[in-house]
């Protein structure tokens, strides 16, 4: 893992515009109101579950070391529960990027970052067992639900 690399992206995402479509980014993809960037990949989704249990360790590992260094800039934060929003997009609107999300991971870490009017979460998209495991950040202007 490249934390100052990972840091850098971020701050840089909350100053790069938004697109005014859907599509992908050179740090994976975006549209109108956000960037979803992959920070890292895991091993292919074919891995075997113990295999696969290693990657989401270290993963985790890798999200809280980058959650250490927001925490230091714009405070601590408790886990965003995206089940319950993952839950919710049964029965409502649930605006983007969060609906997308929430179905790929089960938590995120989350600040509002003053004086850009943006949100940043940190999470790890592990909820597909047959898909790999990423490493995500995302940066919204649209608050979570």
């Given at each position: 893992m490249n934390l100052a690399?990972?840091?850098?992206?971020?701050?840089?995402l909350c100053f790069r515009p938004f697109p005014a479509e859907h599509g992908p980014s050179d740090v994976g993809f975006s549209g109108p109101g956000h960037h979803v960037a992959v920070l890292e990949t895991g091993d292919r989704p074919d891995l075997d579950p113990a295999g696969r249990a290693v990657t989401v360790d270290q993963f985790e590992k890798d999200r809280d070391a980058v959650y250490e260094l927001l925490a230091s800039r714009w405070g601590d934060t408790d886990p965003y529960n995206l089940r319950t929003v993952q839950l919710r997009t049964e029965r409502e609107d649930i605006p983007e990027p969060w609906g997308w999300l929430s179905h790929h991971a089960?938590?995120?870490?989350?600040?509002?970052?003053?004086?850009?009017g943006r949100w940043v979460a940190v999470a790890l998209a592990d909820q597909d067992p047959s898909g790999s495991v990423e490493l995500l950040a995302v940066v919204t202007e649209t608050a979570p639900p």
């Open positions: 690399r990972h840091i850098a992206l971020i701050d840089e089960g938590v995120a870490w989350l600040w509002e970052v003053r004086g850009t």
